[in-house]
């Protein structure tokens, strides 16, 4: 195992907590001389904060670990390419690495739609990998939203059911109302 399929492993298991939570599995840790520093997991729906990524979630643990807003030397992994917002993140925390498990074709900012994080018209550029255990990255995805999809379905079905029932006349058991 390469020491990007290690952290990318580790990324893994913060994106698996993020689906526990019924949230768009995406996970991030960063690492700082062998040690990871921050971690993190997209939390959106669960703070209610447009700001929970899992990226910007492992910037702020890793810049009170470091004491400083600026990560030189430090590498992130992520198992989906960044958004916009979290790009710049990357940028603006001085971000030396990033290492991207699977691409993100609808919205990602690091080399899908936009490259922000190697723009050479910034004050910085972030070396990226991109590739990094990407079937694994990519598997909890799908998975995710497959079942996200029937979930959808299923409760979609229960109301059509429920208020058919409703409409008839009966009872929560299905029997005739009175």
Known sequence: MTRDEKYMSEAIKQAKKAYALGEVPIGCVIVYQDKIIGRGYNRRNTDRNTLAHAEITAINKASRVMKD????????YVTLEPCQMCAGAIVQARITETVIGAMNPKAGCGGSILNILEMQEFNHQVIVR??????????????????LRERNRMEKLLRRESEAGESEGLTDTGERKA
């Open 69 to 76: 807003w600026r990560l030189e030397e430090c590498t992130l």
């Open 130 to 147: 991109r590739g990094v255990l990407e079937e694994a990255c990519t598997d909890i995805l799908k998975n995710f939203f497959k079942e």
